[in-house]
């Protein structure tokens, strides 16, 4: 957790600087905060078992396709392969009695529910995320950044 | 962001002040302060959220377990969250455990 704040800075530093929309911002900054915290969960429970320490690397761009401009943060780690489906994925269920709930899933529940697109590859032994918020067509074109 | 959590404390209710973000960092504190309370023997808990800027999944899970631990009949109120915040509570299904007000005055 010593890099959390760095990484967190970061993201929302890019978050502000390209979404002006209060609550698209806000949910973008949520779905990043679930997936760090997953892959730090994940780094952490590898390196308990001996594993090496994990390198993770965060880029914020901004992408065009068919005349749609995207911001996108996106994460590589070469921690351990793990795949969460997002296209299979059930969903929560929603109307189950909070009673009745269990604690696991909310997490990548809402970085399902709070960006446009979401995007997972294994890639040259990386795990690499994609979140993709849809800009307003006037959106400027800052710089592209990196942390790690 | 840091959190900071006033607590005060009556025989059957008790009113949590919370300040700053609620996230996978600070969360913690959150279910540290809920877990002191007798939860079982409270008929209303109060979370002033009015000025919680942030609330993530690990915030959330605190609230569930709260609500699990409270008696059936008990409230659970959230004071003064924001549109985003409510946006998110409503799109977990946990609208349904928690009484959403504007101020304490609509208690």
Request: net charge negative.
């Amino acid at each position: 957790m010593e890099q959390w704040e760095r990484f967190i800075d970061f993201a929302t530093a890019h978050i502000n600087r390209w979404i002006e929309d209060k609550s698209r911002s806000y949910n973008l900054h949520l779905a990043f905060e679930e997936l760090l915290s997953n892959i730090i969960r994940a780094a952490g429970s590898a390196r308990e078992a001996g594993s090496s320490p994990v390198i993770l690397e965060i880029s914020a761009l901004e992408r065009a396709d068919n005349n749609t401009c995207w911001f996108v943060l996106r994460t590589s780690d070469n921690g351990v392969h793990f795949d969460p489906q997002f296209e299979s994925r059930s969903p929560v269920d929603t109307e189950q009695p909070v009673s009745e709930r269990a604690i696991g899933g909310l997490g990548l529940f809402l970085i399902m529910q709070s960006v446009d697109q979401v995007n997972y590859q294994w890639k040259e032994g990386h795990n690499v995320y994609e979140l993709s918020t849809q800009l307003a067509a006037e959106s400027s074109q800052p710089e592209q950044g990196s942390a790690g | 962001m840091a959190l900071t959590i006033d607590v005060v404390k009556g025989d059957v209710h008790a009113t949590l002040v919370l300040s700053g973000d609620v996230d996978t960092k600070t969360a913690p504190e959150l279910l540290g302060h809920l877990t002191s309370l007798e939860l079982h023997a409270l008929e209303q808990l109060r979370l002033d959220f009015i000025e919680v800027d942030f609330v993530s999944s690990a915030g959330l899970r605190a609230i569930v377990f709260a609500k699990q631990k409270m008696p059936h009949s008990s409230r659970l109120y959230l004071i003064g969250p924001s549109s985003e915040i409510v946006e998110t509570i409503t799109k977990t299904g946990l609208a349904q455990a928690v009484v959403i007000v504007e101020s304490e005055a609509d208690i």
